[in-house]
């Protein structure tokens, strides 16, 4: 692992590890809820928007990620409005614009990171930046046609997404806290 890698490692553990756990605790709720109404679908998922805001954020505001800060403040930006309007706005046709709006958004700016930092001297995140910038799109993309059956549904599409990110960051997380912990013993 090169120097800035590891560097990047260090930095970017904690909050990528923050927007796994938001994502997982969203997806297992998903998955156990079984009848969930307009409100619960409003509040479960404005938070998880909202939250995966605030931790892609907090990695926005690492020194480490100034080269990415414009498009990283894009996508927080666009999941902490949408959850934030999805709190006040709660049907299901609402909610299917503001979720979908945040994940082609968020996902969109997280494959122009990949593209800009693919190859050998990009950033560490940007392989997990296509696996989850690509599950975001293509969800996104898919919500609007689960509208019609209801809450229940679409909330399983967005848990769908977060199951999906959750493990992929959450991997991501704790091999970057594992190499950066290593680099620093050696």
Known sequence: MSTNSTVQAAAYWQPVLM????AAAFGILTIFWPEPGDTVMALTGGAFLLLSG???WLLARKPEANEYRTLL???AGAFAVAGALAFALQTPSTFTILATAALLI???AELVLWWQNRGAHGS???????????VSVGFGAALPFFTYLGAHALLGVLGGAAIITAVVLGIAALTYRF???KAAAS
């Open 106 to 108: 968020g996902g969109g």
């Open 73 to 75: 403040q894009l996508e």
């Open 54 to 56: 605030a931790a892609v």
């Open 19 to 22: 927007r796994a756990l938001v």
């Open 179 to 181: 190499d950066a912990r």
């Open 124 to 134: 560490v995140l940007s392989k997990d930046w296509l696996i989850v910038g690509a």
